[in-house]
């Protein structure tokens, strides 16, 4: 019997497509989290302090003639940058594309940026001055990152704010496997460990608050740096936030979408963050 199918219309109908989709992208996070600033102008910025002044014993009648030299000493420079993100959509492409080709572009055109602040801000937690890890090739623990807490009350850091850490995934899921297997010297932990096992992610425990990104990089050998800091102890300084400019080009029959920014970042006070170095390996 012949029977005629859909088959039979290939020849004569385009192929159906799905609505478009974008590349996985990690949410915005850093940005939220560190010391935020602005300026007019590509000047450097130069994070400037005093000095500490420390009380001291004096006798009666004692005409005390030592004081302290209260003056500023540079503590950081940050040095402004601008990034860029560019696609070039010909005429025919986007008479062509049944989604809207331009508006797709804006949408990725953002989140690149967006991404780019991210991975620069947590590239710095391998900057600070201690790394409070476990170390390469060795698995993330509880009690390193109560170390890394430790060493920020010791720099007298949390009278800046409440210390958070930011991990990279797999560094939390170690953290959460200890947690999901207490010891008998983890009885404090019941009700963390408790939630953990429910919900996977623990917001606040340990006098830290908790956050993931999967914009901290995993160099060659499996190994990543977290972070554990207050507020001040990372700068971002605004120049230019996100600016979208289209230009055409007439004899190339297409537009040109760029998407700039302009931004200083950098650690401003060293002793406010400890980075945080160990495995990750992605967990089987």
Not at 98 to 113: M, Y
């Amino acid at each position: 019997m012949s029977i005629t199918g859909v088959t039979d219309l290939n020849g004569l109908y385009n192929t159906i497509y799905e609505r478009v989709i974008f590349v996985a992208r990690e949410m915005n996070l850093m940005s939220n989290l560190v010391d935020n600033r602005s300026a007019v102008g590509w000047m450097t910025r130069d994070v400037s302090i005093r000095p500490e002044i420390s009380a001291v014993s004096v006798s009666d009648a004692q005409d005390f003639a030592s004081p302290t030299t209260f003056g500023k000493s540079t503590q950081a420079t940050l040095t402004p940058g601008e990034i860029i993100s560019q696609v070039v959509l010909t005429d025919r492409d986007m008479e062509t594309d049944p989604d809207n080709a331009v508006q797709d572009a804006i949408v990725e055109l953002g989140g690149s940026v967006a991404t780019k602040i991210d991975v620069d801000l947590v590239t710095l937690f391998s900057s600070f001055g201690t790394d409070i890890g476990d170390g390469a090739g060795s698995t993330a623990t509880i009690s390193n990152a109560a170390a890394g807490l430790a060493r920020l009350r010791n720099a007298k850091a949390l009278q800046y704010g409440a210390p958070v850490a930011v991990w990279h995934p797999y560094h939390w899921h170690d953290l959460w496997v200890e947690l999901g297997q207490p010891a008998a010297t983890f009885a404090h932990l019941g009700d963390v460990a408790n939630q953990a096992l429910r919900d996977y992610t623990v917001g606040s425990w340990l006098g830290l608050s908790h956050y993931t990104t999967a914009n901290i990089a995993v160099d060659a050998s499996d190994d990543a740096v977290s972070g554990i800091f207050v507020r001040p102890a990372i700068m971002m300084d605004t120049r230019r936030a996100a600016r979208l400019e289209t230009e055409r080009d007439a004899s190339l029959r297409a537009t040109e979408l760029n998407i700039t920014a302009g931004y200083a970042y950098g650690i401003a006070r060293d002793t406010l963050g400890v980075g945080f170095t160990a495995d990750a390996t992605a967990p089987s």
